[in-house]
């Protein structure tokens, strides 16, 4: 045999549900400033605040601020 035991696919988006960082939607999903527009994009970060690329939004310190105008992590929203 050798064969892992396969996980049923509700199973997996169970899983999803309660880990949405670990949807690959959510991983890249961008998200903009309400207040200057400046969008923060996940595959590239913010290497200014030491940000490394790939860091989805939700993985960013609740410290961090827009680098365009200084707004909270709270003013932020997805875009789809």
Same mark, same amino acid.
């Given at each position: 045999?050798?064969?892992?035991?396969?996980?049923?696919?509700?199973? *997996?988006?169970?899983?999803?549900?309660?880990?949405?960082?670990?949807?690959?939607?959510?991983?890249?999903?961008?998200?903009?400033?309400?207040?200057?527009?400046?969008?923060?994009?996940?595959?590239?970060?913010?290497?200014?605040?030491?940000?490394?690329?790939?860091?989805?939004?939700?993985? *960013?310190?609740?410290?961090?601020?827009?680098?365009?105008?200084?707004?909270?992590?709270?003013?932020?929203?997805?875009?789809?």
């Amino acid at each position: 045999s050798g064969q892992g035991a396969r996980v049923p696919e509700s199973a *997996l988006a169970q899983i999803k549900g309660h880990y949405p960082m670990n949807d690959p939607a959510n991983r890249a999903r961008k998200y903009r400033c309400s207040v200057c527009d400046h969008v923060y994009d996940p595959a590239e970060g913010d290497p200014e605040a030491g940000i490394p690329p790939g860091t989805p939004f939700e993985s *960013l310190p609740d410290t961090w601020s827009c680098p365009e105008c200084g707004a909270t992590k709270a003013d932020f929203e997805p875009i789809d």
